[in-house]
């Protein structure tokens, strides 16, 4: 028998990544177009619909490169891309803030709440495009609430997010959303943008994102903005994504080993690389901009998906 080691049926990361894989792409060609991938967001246009991922803590995962979090960022502001920043201190935001990259930060859902005010006040100040939080990062492994690098976390009411959309005159995004039950929570708190991830598969057997994306978009319609990442590392995995309702997505921890080998120079060229495919499966499909990419471009089980 496999054990747990060699076998995980419980992965929510590697059953992401079966079903992305599950999805195929209808070819149509004729009267195909080069299309454009430039992609609007709170205002500002950007060259891509693929964005940079909220990371954190990097020299513990990638200790050959002093200052990956840097390069990231400098990446993100070279490719004209939207960027995110996971769990920063004052410090270390303020630093990278300054590397002037478009950014998204997202807060963790710290029990302090003047933790919270004080990194959504420095994110407006120093000129962020909107914050957010991680409200899937609450509980650690036994149910009770998680502690991160010494800071106590707790769960989010919609109260709560209620209180952070009206604290900040950016927009808000909330990430780690995997049901219609919350992203309908979401629209009640008045968020501009959720975030469809499971984390890396923080939950065991958690649904793949864009399993249950056509559903959440059904519910929210065009009210909010939806991204989505988990196991997203190529151009056709964001097509998929694009395709079922989402607005834009985020490769993770493909973007590790590109960072750890080039730095800066790596992460331009893979998300270059996926700009590329992206492009060129958009004209396969027959479509010409972003917004012409729809379900039935894709096959799932056998037929095309449903709108
Ligand atoms: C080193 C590392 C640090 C991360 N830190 C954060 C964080 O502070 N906040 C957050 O919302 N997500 C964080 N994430 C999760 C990513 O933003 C993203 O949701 C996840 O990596 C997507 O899954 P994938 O890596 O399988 O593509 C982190 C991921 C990694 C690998």
């Known amino acids: 028998m496999p054990n747990e080691e060699t076998f995980r049926p419980s992965d929510a990361s590697a059953i992401t990544r079966r079903y ?8 149509r060609i004729i009267n195909a177009v080069t299309p454009s991938i430039s992609f609007d967001l709170f205002g500002k246009t950007f060259d891509t619909p693929i964005m940079m991922p909220a990371f954190s803590h990097l020299h513990l995962f990638v200790k050959e490169r002093e200052d990956g979090m840097g390069e990231y960022f400098r990446a993100a502001k070279a490719l004209n891309a939207v960027n995110f920043v996971g769990m920063t201190t004052l410090e270390e935001y303020d630093r990278l803030a300054a590397i002037g990259a478009t950014t998204v930060r997202i807060v963790k859902p710290y029990a302090d709440k003047d933790q919270i005010f004080a990194r959504f006040e420095q994110a407006e100040k ?6 957010g939080m991680d409200i899937d990062h609450i509980f650690g492994r036994n149910g009770s609430p998680d502690t991160v690098h010494g800071n106590l976390l707790a769960p989010q009411s919609t109260a709560d997010l ?3 959309v009206r604290s900040t005159k950016l927009p808000f995004v909330a990430k780690g959303v995997l049901s219609v039950r919350d992203a309908v929570q979401c629209v009640e708190a008045g968020v501009q943008a959720i975030f469809l991830s499971h984390h890396h598969g923080r939950v ?15 519910a929210v319609g065009n009210s909010i903005r939806i991204f989505v990442d988990c196991s ?20 993770g921890r493909a973007l590790m080993e590109p960072l750890r080998k080039d ?8 998300i270059r690389g996926m700009n590329d495919q992206l492009s060129m499966l958009i004209a396969y499909t027959g479509c010409k901009t972003l917004s012409d990419l729809e379900p039935s471009i894709l096959w799932i089980n056998g037929k095309p998906a449903e709108p």
């Open 20 to 27: 992305l894989d599950s999805i195929l792409l209808e070819m």
């Open 126 to 131: 120093t000129g962020a495009l909107a914050v």
């Open 162 to 164: 209620k209180e952070y």
């Open 204 to 218: 065991p057997f958690a649904i793949p994102p864009l399993m249950i994306l056509p559903e959440i978009r059904k």
């Open 232 to 251: 997203i590392s190529t151009g056709a995995d964001v097509l998929k994504a694009l395709a079922l309702g989402a607005d834009a997505a985020s490769p």
């Open 263 to 270: 730095g800066q120079a790596g992460v331009e060229n893979y």
